[in-house]
């Protein structure tokens, strides 16, 4: 179970860290494609076209709007890499061709899409991950806290119950009931966060260590590392 409570906290660790390399690569890549679209539009120039055809590509699963143009007298037909329902064979639509090369032509805002949904994807990526890691963080602090400055009571186990919410090889970890009766005759009831062992490694009569805050009694810390 050691085993799998390193496991548990490599994936915990990793999991954040992969959502917000994910949401940073994403908004990096809406702010390249924008880059990318000013410098073609600042060297190129607009020509008007007229959509031939819009045929459906298989293999990408996209439609291709085909459409002709001329630049210096030749004529040139390619597809224009975008496509909207509203486009009909036909239609004139502005074209943007490059300076260096007519073949390679853009329609106009046709990166606005890309943009918007990368640095969405981007946003919700990062803000899940950035969020993961604050309340890490500070459930580490609060631990620290109630380690350094919290009034340490014994307290005697009452049940030993699987998490189900948390899986890793097919095996749950454990949560840790207890109660305690302080001296005024008040009864505090207790739960720890995921115990990563077999419920024959917990002795069942021992009493497991709770610091409790001094000022909010429903601020605690039930240490399983000395069951």
Known sequence: MERRRIHSLVF????????????????????????????????????????IDIAWDGLSETYETIAGYEVAGESYIRDIGFY????????????LVSNVDPWDIRYPGSDTLAIIVLFSMGTVFLFFGVMCIIIDHRKRKK???????????????????ENTNESLDGYHPLIIYCRYD????????????????????INPDALVP????????????????EI
């Open 12 to 51: 915990s660790i990793v999991f954040k860290g992969l959502f917000t390399a994910i949401g940073i690569g994403l908004m990096i890549g809406a702010l390249a494609v924008m880059l990318s679209g000013r410098n073609f539009i600042r060297n190129s120039f607009p020509v008007s076209g007229e959509i």
């Open 182 to 201: 302080s001296p005024d005759g008040r009864i505090y009831l207790f739960h720890s966060d995921s115990v990563w062992k077999e419920s024959y490694q």
């Open 210 to 225: 709770v610091y409790v805050d001094k000022n909010n009694p429903s601020h605690y810390y039930v240490d399983t590392n």
């Open 84 to 95: 909207s329902s509203d486009m009909r064979p036909g239609d004139v639509i502005e074209i």
């Open 143 to 161: 631990t620290e806290d109630l380690l350094a400055t919290g009034i340490r009571v014994e307290a005697k186990i009452i049940d030993i119950r």
